[in-house]
């Protein structure tokens, strides 16, 4: 997605977490918790991945896409599909996604990454103009 921005990516906090559960310092029902509402996104609304399970090795997990932003108004915090996402973000000057994966079969969740989308990344959008003086870069 090309308007996408600001990635921040938790991968190392993932993996700290899972040497924990691995080493027995944690529970697995510590890390299990995902709520009846992240496991009905993920089954309506979720893109499944081909990652196993770091937990259960049961099932593939599931990446659900939340939306936050002033101007989503009523539709922030909702989850949303992959597809979504670009025709949001040149409909919305900004907003934050949050990309949570789940296991559906064990609860496990975590959060794998967050980033910006909207029209003000895209070239000739309203920050670039703003940079610019209201000229268009050429």
Not at 42 to 61: D, I, Q, S, Y
Not at 90 to 98: A, H, K, M
Not at 102 to 123: F, K, M
């Amino acid at each position: 997605m090309r308007t996408q921005r600001q990635v921040v990516d938790f991968s190392l906090r993932r993996r700290a977490l899972l040497r924990e559960v691995y080493s027995g310092r944690v529970g697995a029902y510590e890390v299990c918790d995902a709520s009846p509402y992240l496991k009905s996104a993920a089954k309506f609304h979720g893109e499944p991945t081909e990652v196993r399970c770091p937990v259960c090795r049961r099932e593939n997990l599931t990446h659900v896409h939340y939306i936050y932003g002033d101007e989503l108004k009523q539709s922030a915090g909702q989850a949303r599909t992959k597809a979504e996402l670009p025709v949001l973000a040149l409909t919305f000057r900004e907003f934050q996604v949050y990309v949570v994966e789940v296991c559906r079969s064990c609860g496990w969740n975590h959060l794998v990454e967050q980033y910006v989308l909207g029209r003000d990344g895209i070239a000739g959008g309203p920050a670039e103009a703003a940079a610019t003086g209201g000229r268009r870069a050429r």
